[in-house]
């Protein structure tokens, strides 16, 4: 299928690998011209650099940290008038409640909340003029199930599904959709940060703690960058102008629930 997007523009965010960088490559593929963002430059340069050799879009390089003003700026500076955003940062760390203290909270809430706000903010009107934009946002599958130890995590990305449920129903008339593509356990640094804590906190070996997790998925594994860089893709087409306000959860089944 043709996506209808070559030839667009995206930013996005956290992308020289895991998730983001799964977003990129299927945007590149699509004739998209991504600005992607990183704070390390090494691993930044080199996504970029392997992006490229995919063929397709342009891929543009900023080294920044996104949830500050001047990584914003900076983005925007390299890509003004986007076509699509990708908002993504990496989750906070797990831990219990009782140990973490304001500044925990504030570091969760600007990384996992304020920035995708503020960045929407930043490009939507534009969108809205130019009649065409796509906004997905990368969030968990912990806003429809919330995880005891991710509750940094939960209580930020649920306050960002809830902001972004009311503005996506004022965009749409306009061809901008707002949407949330929520994964579950996917083969990244982050969940295998998790399954190392899960491993030590049982006594186990890393491969040990592993197995058991991907084997708890009614898909029996983890998911793949590219699958969920493919899925983003998609929302992001031409084809997908009339689904907004949604949270699109991705997780091999794990979800039990049906709604």
């Known amino acids: 299928m043709d996506l209808g997007i070559a030839g667009k523009k995206a930013i996005v965010c956290a992308a020289s690998k895991g998730l983001g960088r799964g977003c990129a490559e299927s945007l590149a593929r699509e004739g998209v011209d991504v600005t992607i963002c990183s704070r390390t430059v090494e691993t930044l340069e080199q996504a970029a650099k392997e992006i490229r050799a995919l063929g397709g879009g342009a891929v543009t390089a900023v080294a920044c940290d996104i949830t500050t003003d001047e990584g914003r700026a900076a983005v925007l500076e390299a890509c003004p008038n986007p076509d699509i955003l990708i908002n993504n940062a990496g989750g ?11 500044d925990d909270w ?13 960045l929407i903010k930043s490009v939507v009107d534009g969108m ?3 009649k065409f934009g796509r906004i997905v946002n990368i969030t968990s599958s912990a806003v429809k199930a919330p995880i005891d130890i991710l509750g940094l995590s939960n209580g930020a990305r649920a306050g960002l599904t809830g902001f972004v449920a009311g503005i ?5 008339q306009h061809n901008v959709t707002i949407n949330a593509v929520l994964p579950g356990p996917f083969d990244t640094d982050r969940l295998r940060s998790n399954v190392k804590v899960m491993a030590e906190k049982n006594g186990i070996s890393y491969d040990e ?14 998911g793949t960058s590219h699958e969920f860089g493919e899925l983003c893709a998609f929302v992001c087409s031409a084809q997908a102008g009339y689904m907004t306000g949604q949270n699109l959860l991705l997780d091999g089944g794990a979800y039990p629930g049906t709604l």
Do not use: Q
């Open 168 to 172: 996506a129903r004022k965009t749409v």
């Open 92 to 102: 906070p760390p797990p831990g219990d409640f009782r140990d973490w203290e304001r």
């Open 106 to 118: 504030i570091k969760a809430v600007d990384a996992n909340m304020l920035t995708p706000i503020f």
């Open 128 to 130: 809205i003029e130019r």
């Open 209 to 222: 703690m592993a197995a058991k997790r991907a084997a708890s998925n009614p898909a029996g594994r983890f």
